[in-house]
């Protein structure tokens, strides 16, 4: 199970903003989207950075009002931890629960974005691929008594 898998089931797209899109802006797109995080992506296509619901949160409790004038790179987290489409899921959920945060961008060896996958992706993903197991478990023993 790789997070190609998930990207596949889910979907690749992966919603960005430019760095200097206002945070205002971006915390409308994540509640209308009902997302988490946005990749802040650059002219050239480059991830720059990542905002989070809880990036934002902090934000308004650390300054208040002061946050309606602030762009997207100023809130950022600048050091995204990237990962790969052959990256196992279990190593994924691994990286995010040792980092504490709930998305990971995916990317191609060459850097080019592919997708983002949530911590609830990939948990919804392991569900589903436990219960196909168990379906498949049952019915192999089933035919097995039946002859």
């Not at 960005?16 to 802006?25: G, K, Q, R």
């Not at 994540?30 to 997302?35: G, L, T, V």
């Not at 905002?51 to 949160?57: A, G, K, P, T």
């Not at 208040?64 to 004038?69: A, F, H, K, R, T």
Request: a negative charge.
């Amino acid at each position: 199970m790789t997070v190609s898998a998930v990207l596949r089931q889910k979907g690749n797209a992966a919603i960005s903003v430019t760095p200097e899109a206002p945070v205002l802006e971006i915390a409308s797109i994540m509640a209308a989207r009902r997302i988490g995080a946005v990749l802040i992506v650059t002219a050239s296509g480059q991830v720059a950075g990542i905002l989070s619901e809880r990036d934002i949160v902090k934000a308004v409790a650390d300054r208040g009002n002061g946050i309606s004038s602030m762009a997207a790179e100023e809130l950022m987290t600048r050091d995204v931890i990237m990962i790969g489409p052959d990256t196992p899921v279990e190593a994924a959920l691994e990286i995010m629960d040792q980092g504490y945060f709930r998305h990971l961008p995916v990317c191609d060896t060459d850097g080019s974005l592919l997708g983002i996958v949530s911590i609830r992706d990939l948990v919804k993903f392991r569900f589903a691929k436990q219960d196909h197991d168990v379906e498949a478990l049952k019915a192999y023993v089933t035919r097995s008594f039946m002859h």
